[in-house]
Structures are given as C-alpha cells and as structure tokens.
C-alpha cells in the first residue's frame, strides 16, 4: 500500500503533462494547416490562372513542378524576410532545377502586397517582363503565396521547361 501511495501522484502528474502536451500540439498543428492551406490555395489558384490565360491564347498548360514550388516557397520566405521584392539567389534556383529535374530554361516572376491571385496575375499580365514570362515556352511551374506578420501577401512564380 505505502508504494501506491507514493506512486500514485507522480503518475497523476505524467498523466497530466503528456494529456496537456498532447492538446496544445494539436492546437498548433491545426493552425499551422489552416495557414498553410490558406496559402496553398491562393497558390494553386494563380497557377490555374496563368493556364487558363495560356490556354485562352493557344498555348499549353504549366504543370506544377513540387521542386520549383518549394524553391518559390523558399525564396518568398527570405523576401518577406528582407521585407523586399528580389530575385537574389536565382542562379543557385536554376542550378537546383537543372540537378534536380533535368531543367533547361527557366524565368521567375515575383510581387508583393496584392490582394491575391487575380489581381497578382493582372499585376504580371500588366507588366511586359513578367508577361513574357506567363506566355513564354515553359512546361513546368512553382508558386508560392505568403503572408508577412502584417498579413501582406508575397508572391513567387517560377517558370521551367524541361
């Protein structure tokens, strides 16, 4: 009895903790998959976009390339983080690409503050560069959207042809 007595509490307590722990690590995960489904979508909605526009003018969809979505996802995490729109580190981009998926051409569009995919694809449709990227003979493409702490979105579109 008296070893009952003195387990008893100590086996509470790690009931306690782990029940706890395991609550709060739930909470946050969900959070994170809302954010990120958040995200995801607004990405995949201006890949659609861009295709349906190619599409409208005779030429072959993009298909989403998972290695030039991360390396966007990537890139637009550092350019939230600079709080700047660039394109440093394009060329370490292109090499990843040629290692990694066998890539010959590429082109990389990039915005921040729009309101979403729409008007982040007027924004590109508007500008002579970034359109020539849109309409240009690529097969493949990564997105990504993401939001600052300010709750502004930033935009990576990366163009390859395999």
Same mark, same amino acid.
């Given at each position: ?15 306690? @903790? ?7 690590? +739930? ?5 994170? @998959? ?5 995200? @995801? ?16 003018? #005779? ?56 309101? #979403? ?18 309409? #240009? ?18 935009? +990576? ?6």
């Amino acid at each position: 009895m008296k070893n009952i007595k003195f387990y008893l509490p100590i086996l509470m307590l790690l009931s306690l @903790m782990v029940s706890c722990s395991d609550e709060d690590v +739930t909470e946050t995960s969900e959070l994170e @998959m809302v954010s990120s489904t958040e995200e @995801m979508t607004i990405s995949e909605e201006i890949l659609t976009l861009v295709n349906e526009h190619r599409e409208s003018i #005779g030429l072959s969809e993009l298909e989403n390339n998972e290695t030039a979505a991360e390396l966007a996802k990537a890139h637009t995490a550092y350019m939230i983080s600079i709080n700047e729109i660039n394109h440093d580190g394009f060329n370490n981009r292109i090499v990843v690409l040629q290692e990694e998926e066998n890539a010959r051409f590429f082109a990389e569009n990039v915005a921040k503050f729009q309101s #979403g995919a729409a008007t982040v694809l007027d924004s590109w449709l508007n500008s002579e560069d970034h359109k020539k990227n849109i309409e #240009g003979d690529y097969t493949h493409s990564g997105v990504a959207a993401l939001k600052d702490e300010d709750g502004r979105l930033y935009f +990576t579109q990366i163009f390859l042809k395999k």
